[in-house]
């Protein structure tokens, strides 16, 4: 895969405090790529050295587009950043505008593209009105809107679901995926493990400035998310924790969550239960990103 961006070894140190260590991933064309990590990870800090915002103290990011000469080719990037905040006092429609003119963008396409996302994000109407009278999720939008409006080959989403209604989370989500479709390479940063799970390709996890895992989102899971067996059910006395390859159940008497250990065979499982409960509903999935993110954070696992 072609990359758009690389981080290459970055650092950076504020007050003495290294909060950003040796990090490096790519983002490839056409892909979302996952940044996590607990608070204070160091999320924002690699994001706004790639927006040229804050300079690192060692290390090179390079961006792989076309025509600029650039050095942050911020008229193909679009960011939303973390802290949120639009002129207040000034039209949805003007701020749009002006910001699209700074990334010298057809003003008569942005116009038609305004009017277009502001029916498909509920916004019809309010291009007149400022911005100190939208709502904060409105407001959310309308900076949305400012970071995808001129096609940005890049997108640089920095916890874009923060604040929002899950209504809205819908609507930024199924944006995101069409933007991906239509050929949008996309950096996002969020603690929603349950959307980067349905939204990325790959992820890096960060934690204390450090990376702690990073790669394809299915080759994560499998490497690190154990298989979990749900099952509704009559239990004739089987002693599920007696086997040697589960490591915990939960539930009550109807419905047990089995936890299995590390390379568990589902099979075994599968032929030496069979016998003993009567099953009415059973599934098998791996457990989700959450558990793995909270186990990280926990110190569960540890930085390679
Ligand atoms: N301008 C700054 N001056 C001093 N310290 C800073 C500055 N910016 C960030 N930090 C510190 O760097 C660390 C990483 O912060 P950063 O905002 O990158 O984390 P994050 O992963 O984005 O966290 P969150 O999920 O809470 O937004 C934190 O300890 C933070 O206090």
Same mark, same amino acid.
Do not use: W
């Given at each position: 895969m072609e990359p758009i961006l690389s981080v290459e070894g970055i650092s950076k140190k504020f007050g003495g405090t290294k909060v950003v260590d040796d990090i490096s991933f790519q983002v490839d064309k056409g892909e979302i790529m996952g940044i996590l990590g607990p608070n204070g990870a160091g999320k924002s800090t690699t994001i706004r050295s790639i927006m040229g915002i804050i300079y690192p103290d060692s290390g090179s990011i390079k961006f792989n587009i076309k025509n600029t000469s650039k050095i942050v080719p911020i008229e193909k990037i679009g960011y939303l950043p973390e802290e949120r905040g639009l002129?207040?006092?000034?039209k949805v429609m003007d701020v749009l505008m002006y910001l699209v003119d700074l990334k010298n963008y057809p003003k008569t396409r942005a116009k038609k593209r305004m009017y277009e996302y502001l029916e498909k994000f509920d916004l019809k109407g309010k291009e007149k009105a400022k911005i100190e009278e939208l709502s904060k999720g409105m407001a959310q939008k309308v900076q949305f809107m400012a970071s995808i409006l001129h096609e940005p080959e890049l997108l640089i989403l920095d916890e874009p679901f923060s604040g929002l209604d899950p209504v809205s989370q819908d609507v930024f989500r199924e944006e995101i995926i069409e933007l991906a479709k239509a050929g949008t390479s996309i950096l996002l940063s969020s603690h929603q493990m349950n959307l980067v799970e349905a939204l990325c390709n790959r992820i890096f996890l960060i934690n204390k400035g450090k990376k702690v895992i990073y790669g394809g989102l299915n080759e994560i899971k499998e490497s690190y998310a154990n298989f979990k067996c749900t099952i509704n059910g009559v239990f004739n006395? =089987?002693? =599920?924790?007696? =086997?040697?390859?589960?490591d915990k159940v939960e539930g009550d008497e109807s419905k047990k969550i089995i936890y299995f250990k590390p390379n568990a065979s589902i099979n075994t499982f599968i032929n030496e239960i069979s016998q003993n409960i009567e099953v009415n509903e059973l599934h098998i999935d791996r457990i989700s990103l959450h558990d793995i993110f909270v186990g990280i954070a926990k110190g569960g696992i540890s930085n390679e």
């Amino acid at each position: 895969m072609e990359p758009i961006l690389s981080v290459e070894g970055i650092s950076k140190k504020f007050g003495g405090t290294k909060v950003v260590d040796d990090i490096s991933f790519q983002v490839d064309k056409g892909e979302i790529m996952g940044i996590l990590g607990p608070n204070g990870a160091g999320k924002s800090t690699t994001i706004r050295s790639i927006m040229g915002i804050i300079y690192p103290d060692s290390g090179s990011i390079k961006f792989n587009i076309k025509n600029t000469s650039k050095i942050v080719p911020i008229e193909k990037i679009g960011y939303l950043p973390e802290e949120r905040g639009l002129y207040k006092n000034v039209k949805v429609m003007d701020v749009l505008m002006y910001l699209v003119d700074l990334k010298n963008y057809p003003k008569t396409r942005a116009k038609k593209r305004m009017y277009e996302y502001l029916e498909k994000f509920d916004l019809k109407g309010k291009e007149k009105a400022k911005i100190e009278e939208l709502s904060k999720g409105m407001a959310q939008k309308v900076q949305f809107m400012a970071s995808i409006l001129h096609e940005p080959e890049l997108l640089i989403l920095d916890e874009p679901f923060s604040g929002l209604d899950p209504v809205s989370q819908d609507v930024f989500r199924e944006e995101i995926i069409e933007l991906a479709k239509a050929g949008t390479s996309i950096l996002l940063s969020s603690h929603q493990m349950n959307l980067v799970e349905a939204l990325c390709n790959r992820i890096f996890l960060i934690n204390k400035g450090k990376k702690v895992i990073y790669g394809g989102l299915n080759e994560i899971k499998e490497s690190y998310a154990n298989f979990k067996c749900t099952i509704n059910g009559v239990f004739n006395g =089987l002693d =599920l924790l007696a =086997l040697p390859y589960v490591d915990k159940v939960e539930g009550d008497e109807s419905k047990k969550i089995i936890y299995f250990k590390p390379n568990a065979s589902i099979n075994t499982f599968i032929n030496e239960i069979s016998q003993n409960i009567e099953v009415n509903e059973l599934h098998i999935d791996r457990i989700s990103l959450h558990d793995i993110f909270v186990g990280i954070a926990k110190g569960g696992i540890s930085n390679e």
